[in-house]
Structure formats: structure tokens, C-alpha cells
T-cell receptor, first 114, second 116 residues
Framework: AQSVTQLGSHVSVSEGALVLLRCNYSSSVPPYLFWYVQYPNQGLQLLLKYTTGATLVKGINGFEAEFKKSETSFHLTKPSAHMSDAAEYFCAVTSSGGSYIPTFGRGTSLIVHP | DVKVTQSSRYLVKRTGEKVFLECVQDMDHENMFWYRQDPGLGLRLIYFSYDVKMKEKGDIPEGYSVSREKKERFSLILESASTNQTSMYLC???????????????FGSGTRLTVV
């Protein structure tokens, strides 16, 4: 079984501040991990993914995430928030060798203040 | 770029109507999925298909059915729409490989369905 927990349904930052969105997962086998972004009234767009190899993964729009096995975490960060980053962010996990259907977190809404 | 197209962005239907939501992808993906998205509940899987004419129930299939007659098209059917099916519906597709889970999904823009 696999699960995803996103801490905080809403995160508020000022423009230019660090963005940190938290994701913890559980999986009985090595995971594949994803972050998706959803802008208002749109579908989800893949931001970045971790499958194997380097644990620090860079994605689009300046976002990156680090896979930490010991902490079962895959937190999403961006050094400097832009107003255009305001969106809903979803973490998801699938498991190698298991069902390829991902489990999604409930999402974190990022609010960026001027 | 892979494109997943959902035929309608907004739909308003009456209780009891039969509703068809259409989804088409243009990159020869094997796998296709239907989710509904509700505030505070995230994405919930309704049905998925890993091949033409194949379908599997997801977490919340009750009140829904699907059809996949062609590889590129995956339809979601609400047999008799009810107000509790008012939601955002998202279609997605992915490659089928030995480890399909590692490629991620491509999503459509969503259909916001209101049942009155």
C-alpha cells in the first residue's frame, strides 16, 4: 500500500520569499515520486519527478525537490516565489514493481502576496 | 507535446440525464484515466483503461461507466446524473512501458460539470 501526506492545505508566502511545500509518502517498495501543479480552471501539469538516480530533481519554473529516503519525504522548493506561482500543488507516488496507479496527496494551495 | 483534450470545459445538466464526457489523446498512450476532483478531497480515481476495450474500476466507480472503443478516446458516462456528481472531471493518459508508473501523467484541462 502507498499513501501521500501533504502538510498544510494552504501555504502563504511573500513574493521573493522561499517556497517550501511538504510531501511525505509511505511505500513498501522503492517509490516513484511526482509533483504536479494546477493553475485555476486547468488540468494538472507535471512539474518534476523522481524515479531513480540523483535525489535532487529539478523541474520547470525553477522548482526542485529532494528525495530523502530516511525521512520518506519529497518536499518541493523554489528559492524565490513569483506571483505566477500561485496555484494548487499535488504530490503523488507510485511504486516500482507494484501498481502503476499513483496515489495523490490532497493538494496544497500556494498563495503569493505582493 | 502530448495533448489530452476534453471536449467540454463547462457543462450544466439536469438530474437524471445521461451525460457523456469525452477525452482524446494524440500520443498513442496505452493508459487512460478518469478522475474527479473535489475541494479538500484531492483527486479520486473513477475508472482507468490500459488497452482498447479494457477497463478497470478505480476507487469511486459507482454511478459511472466508461467506454474505450479506440485507443485515443476514453469516454466517461454518467448513467443518470445526480447532484452529488457535480464536480471537476479530469482525464489523463500515460505511456505503457515495463514500468509505466515512472513516466507520469498528462492531464486534460478538465470539465466542470454542474448537475441541477
Amino acid at each position: 500500500a502507498q499513501s501521500v501526506t501533504q502538510l498544510g492545505s494552504h501555504v502563504s508566502v511573500s513574493e521573493g520569499a522561499l517556497v517550501l511545500l511538504r510531501c511525505n509518502y509511505s511505500s513498501s517498495v522503492p517509490p516513484y515520486l511526482f509533483w504536479y501543479v494546477q493553475y485555476p480552471n486547468q488540468g494538472l501539469q507535471l512539474l518534476l519527478k523522481y524515479t531513480t538516480g540523483a535525489t535532487l530533481v529539478k523541474g520547470i519554473n525553477g522548482f526542485e525537490a529532494e528525495f530523502k529516503k530516511s525521512e520518506t519525504s519529497f518536499h518541493l522548493t523554489k528559492p524565490s516565489a513569483h506571483m505566477s506561482d500561485a496555484a494548487e500543488y499535488f504530490c503523488a507516488v507510485t511504486s516500482s514493481g507494484g501498481s502503476y496507479i499513483p496515489t495523490f496527496g490532497r493538494g496544497t494551495s500556494l498563495i503569493v502576496h505582493p | 507535446d502530448v495533448k489530452v483534450t476534453q471536449s467540454s470545459r463547462y457543462l450544466v445538466k439536469r438530474t437524471g440525464e445521461k451525460v457523456f464526457l469525452e477525452c482524446v489523446q494524440d500520443m498513442d498512450h496505452e493508459n487512460m484515466f478518469w478522475y474527479r476532483q473535489d475541494p479538500g478531497l484531492g483527486l479520486r480515481l473513477i475508472y482507468f483503461s490500459y488497452d482498447v476495450k479494457m477497463k478497470e474500476k478505480g476507487d469511486i466507480p459507482e454511478g459511472y461507466s466508461v467506454s474505450r472503443e479506440k485507443k485515443e478516446r476514453f469516454s466517461l458516462i454518467l448513467e443518470s446524473a445526480s447532484t452529488n456528481q457535480t464536480s471537476m472531471y479530469l482525464c489523463a493518459s500515460s505511456f505503457d512501458t515495463a514500468q509505466p508508473g515512472n513516466y507520469g501523467y498528462t492531464f486534460g484541462s478538465g470539465t466542470r460539470l454542474t448537475v441541477v
